[in-house]
């Protein structure tokens, strides 16, 4: 999805490499659905069912009802208000040729990258399109490769706002994933070289069982979500990745009939909402569904925000961010470029298709927050 994964994925391809069958008891009765007895010096704090996992990169979470908003009433956001400079219900009959969107949006990165190979970002794997009723238009992103050979790429969607903000702030989007193995991911990041942040609020593969009935060559990743956040550092030209390791992946179960891997939510199924709320520098709360199903905090604890202290503008998560929702070929998970392309996985065509109803981000005022070391 990113460049910023190059590095630390081709170590967590390792790491990941654990079987299907890791959820072993089948109780569910006393399953918790909120996270209970907050402990800020507790560095990870996840909603769990009571499913016992052996993989400590994955935590699995209770069944909920799908596409609920947060109540942000709950959250200690009830009186913040919609930045209308990072929010969008994609409402446009022009589609991405409105005024409106392009007074908001870049049809593409917020710079001049285009992408890690062999993804391409570009807006022509942009659209829009009717979905429901009251002629509900969403935004879409649909992968096609272009050229052939050593010189074949993938055109995937990609926008990202014009305007930034820091903390405090809340993004939640509305959002129905591929049927693809490509990444599917809304987010946020800085623009600055080499130094730079980044919070992922959604980043998902698509389904573990594909089309034609066959598992996906990287189970692993599918049906399940990554909700984390990178630091960054230039060193003698080199690009040094933190992301946290400890349950940065999510799965949560459909019912609570069993702890098998076939009774986890298929995210491409249905929309959903996903939202992280940017509580602090040191600070991260995560919402699936309406539900806050993970926190992290603390500055340099190991798997917490910045222990490696790699941040700059001063200590934690500060500088304004972009909002960006994208696809990718990430072809970390299959061993490099050509390793992507010969596998049986669905790549680009009307499958890949990513569907966003709509992204709304709140502040306390209603207005960006700006800090001066950008």
Not at 34 to 55: A, F, P, R, W
């Amino acid at each position: 999805m990113k460049n910023c994964k190059i590095f630390i994925y081709s170590l967590l391809t390792f790491m990941l490499s654990c079987s299907s069958k890791d959820i072993e008891s089948p109780d569910l009765e006393n399953e918790t659905s909120e996270i209970v007895n907050l402990d800020i010096n507790d560095h990870i704090i996840s909603t769990k069912s009571d499913c016992n996992l052996t993989n400590t990169q994955l935590f699995d979470t209770p069944a909920t009802k799908n596409g609920v908003s947060v109540n942000r009433g709950e959250f200690d956001m009830g009186a913040w208000k919609k930045v209308e400079e990072l929010s969008d219900e994609f409402n446009y009959p022009g589609g991405k040729t409105s005024p409106t969107f392009s007074e908001k949006w870049n049809l593409g990165y917020v710079n001049s990258y285009t992408g890690p190979l062999p993804t391409v970002w570009t807006g022509n794997s942009i659209g829009f399109e009717n979905q429901g009723s009251n002629d509900n238009r969403v935004l879409t992103l649909t992968a096609q490769v272009e050229g052939s050979g050593n010189s074949k790429t993938l055109e995937c969607g990609m926008i990202s706002t014009k305007a930034t903000s820091s903390y405090p702030l809340f993004q939640e989007a509305r959002v129905k994933v591929s049927n693809s193995q490509l990444a599917n991911a809304v987010w946020m990041i800085s623009n600055d070289s080499g130094q730079f942040e980044e919070i992922d609020n959604l980043e998902t593969y698509g389904p573990r069982i594909r089309l034609d009935g066959e598992e996906c060559d990287k189970p692993y990743f599918a049906d399940r979500l990554h909700l984390s956040h990178h630091t960054f550092k230039n060193v003698d030209g080199e690009r040094l990745d933190y992301q946290p390791q400890k349950e940065t992946w999510m799965s949560r179960k459909q019912n609570s009939s069993s702890c098998g891997r076939d009774n986890d939510v298929k995210w491409n199924e249905a929309y959903h909402t996903y939202g992280v709320k940017w509580v602090s520098p040191e600070v991260l709360e995560y919402f699936v569904d309406g539900k806050r199903v993970k926190i992290i905090s603390g500055l340099r604890d190991e798997d917490g925000i910045d222990p490696e202290n790699y941040t700059t503008c001063g200590d934690g998560l500060t500088k304004e961010m972009h909002m960006l929702i994208s696809q990718a070929a990430q072809v970390w998970r299959y061993g490099g470029v050509t390793e992507f392309w010969n596998s049986t996985d669905i790549k680009f065509g009307a499958d890949t298709k990513m569907s966003v109803d709509w992204i709304r981000v709140y502040t306390p005022t209603g207005t960006t927050n700006k800090i001066n070391c950008n």
